[in-house]
């Protein structure tokens, strides 16, 4: 097998392509070979000895290449030509949005029978141009012997290949252009929390993570994406941009998600691939672009994984009202079980069930994180204990320093000086 790296990556998956090459030689036992619209050799997977790599003058074959590749456009399906040593080619063309992009050929073969006229007028012919037919591993017995019929199946099985790279080809150019929507819509949330920041450096966004994953373990990928951009323009402010700062983070989170998944029963065997992938966060050089877009891949995946690992059960529309509703009245130190029932129109009884079977908790310990959480913002701030717990929607500040000692380990006073 050899292959050459170029533009033509910017085309197609080239690793991709070469699977279906060798899938395409182990049902027809014919190489077959890509090549770009200037005759020159892209991708090829071959069979031992294939005569094309042993000729030493290219030009001779490059030349009949591209006047065949002339004539498959014209015709707008798959051409068969006699090669310069005598032998029979399929070529067919790559058609992108109605545009002629490359060629792909399959064989060489012989549609007559090997008899000694034929192996005499055959190495004559390769002499011509430049083929060694005394070279290691070429044996001329090993030219397949098709009819002309065969040739035409190969050539229509060959047109199938390059319409199934036409549709993957149109897939992948879908998909990088939703990714680079989200990109778009990515910096547009940066810019505008910007504008209202300032040039104040953020602060790390604490309740967003947590509502994020509060998602995931939902399986609930509407709102874990949404989340997600909020999330990421925050980490960009928050790290000033430093990009070291911001993959230390998101790689943080990928732990918090990969352990999410974990706790809702996915199998450690599942998440391997996604872990390995969240590596790619440390590489050197890598930019802010590509970290966002690996970030939002990663997250797809874990939700993938955490969706069939819940049985395909999409998230409970009641639970996703309460979380959304936590996340927005915290600070009320009336919200309750039995206040938010209400909202949702639910029994405090069926809300209880819902977080002890979909996410593992109660409803007040859910409650109570969210509040520790932004309370631990409030007091890195500054505030005191009295400001946040009016703040975070506790009772009163001896009732808050108790849930804080009791959740965090420490006072929220000793929280404050140890992370100023």
């Given at each position: 097998?050899?292959?050459?790296?170029?533009?033509?990556?910017?085309?197609?998956?080239?690793?991709?392509?070469?699977?279906?090459?060798?899938?395409?030689?182990?049902?027809?036992?014919?190489?077959?070979?890509?090549y770009d619209l200037n005759g020159e050799e892209r991708l090829c997977v071959c069979n031992k000895g294939y005569i094309c790599g042993l000729v030493s003058e290219k030009s001779v074959c490059r030349k009949k290449i591209l006047?065949?590749?002339?004539?498959?456009?014209?015709?707008?399906?798959?051409?068969?030509?006699?090669?310069?040593?005598?032998l029979i080619m399929c070529i067919a063309p790559i058609f992108i949005d109605?545009?002629?992009?490359?060629?792909?050929?399959?064989?060489?073969?012989?549609?007559?029978?090997?008899?000694?006229?034929?192996?005499?007028?055959?190495?004559?012919?390769?002499?011509?141009?430049?083929?060694?037919?005394?070279a290691e591993g070429?044996?001329?017995?090993?030219?397949?012997?098709?009819?002309c019929k065969t040739m035409s199946a190969f050539a229509d099985l060959l047109m199938l290949v390059i319409d199934y790279m036409g549709e993957k080809e149109r897939a992948f150019r879908q998909y990088r252009e939703d990714r680079e929507n989200k990109f778009e819509n990515l910096l547009k949330s940066i810019d505008e929390k910007s504008r209202i920041n300032g040039q104040n450096r953020g602060k790390y966004?604490?309740?967003?993570?947590?509502?994020?994953?509060?998602?995931?373990?939902?399986?609930?990928?509407?709102?874990?994406?949404?989340?997600?951009n909020n999330f990421l323009a925050e980490i960009f402010l928050f790290a000033g941009g430093n990009l070291d700062v911001i993959k230390a983070k998101l790689y943080e989170l990928n732990a918090f998600l990969s352990r999410t998944a974990v706790e809702v029963g996915a199998r450690i065997t599942d998440l391997a691939d996604i872990v390995k992938k969240s590596s790619g966060l440390f590489i050197e050089n890598t930019?802010?672009?590509?970290?966002?877009i690996l970030t939002i891949e990663?997250?797809?995946?874990?939700?993938?994984?955490v969706y069939k690992t819940r049985g395909a059960k999409p998230a409970h529309a009641h639970l996703v009202k309460v979380i959304s509703i936590i996340n927005a009245e915290y600070p009320d130190s009336t919200l309750s079980l039995a206040s938010v029932a209400k909202k949702v129109y639910v029994s405090p009884y069926y809300i209880s069930h819902l977080f002890h079977d979909e996410m593992g908790t109660t409803f007040n310990d859910y409650l109570t994180e969210v509040r520790i959480n932004h309370a631990k913002d409030c007091l890195l701030e500054g505030m005191t204990c009295d400001q946040t717990s009016e703040k975070t929607g506790f009772a009163d500040a001896s009732y808050f320093t108790k849930i804080f000692k009791k959740k965090v380990g420490v006072t929220p006073v000793k929280y404050r000086k140890g992370n100023s």
């Open positions: 097998m050899k292959r050459v790296y170029d533009s033509i990556n910017n085309i197609f998956d080239i690793k991709e392509l070469e699977k279906l090459f060798r899938t395409y030689l182990d049902a027809t036992g014919l190489s077959v070979t890509l006047s065949s590749a002339k004539k498959c456009a014209e015709l707008k399906k798959p051409y068969i030509y006699e090669t310069e040593c005598g109605k545009k002629t992009v490359g060629y792909i050929t399959s064989g060489p073969v012989s549609l007559w029978k090997k008899d000694d006229f034929f192996e005499e007028d055959f190495f004559i012919r390769c002499k011509n141009v430049g083929v060694d037919t005394s070429f044996d001329v017995s090993a030219i397949r012997h098709v009819d966004p604490v309740s967003l993570e947590k509502e994020l994953i509060s998602f995931v373990q939902l399986g609930d990928k509407t709102n874990a994406r949404r989340i997600l930019e802010f672009h590509d970290i966002c990663i997250l797809d995946e874990y939700l993938d994984i």
